[in-house]
């Protein structure tokens, strides 16, 4: 048996999806992200996230003891059914 097709299978070509491959691979796709989230102490609801190369705060409206600095994480959470 072979093995799932990873992220190490994927192309490197612009615009070339395996998903577009007129046949999968029966044993299927696997997909990994790590994705890293850190509360910042002393800082009240400041919380910070890292995936990969990328870094994001989050912080929550003033009425719930935040400073309303950066996006909540439902903004995030609506934003990426967006995305």
Do not use: W
């Amino acid at each position: 048996m072979t093995k799932p097709l990873g992220n190490e299978d994927l192309s490197d070509k612009p615009g070339e999806r395996v998903i577009d491959k007129p046949e999968l691979p029966p044993e299927g796709i696997t997909n990994e992200n790590d994705v890293h989230t850190e509360v910042i102490s002393g800082q009240l609801q400041l919380k910070r996230g890292q995936a990969g190369q990328f870094e994001v705060f989050c912080d929550e409206p003033a009425r719930i003891g935040g400073t309303d600095k950066y996006p909540s994480p439902m903004a995030y959470l609506a934003m990426s059914i967006g995305f």
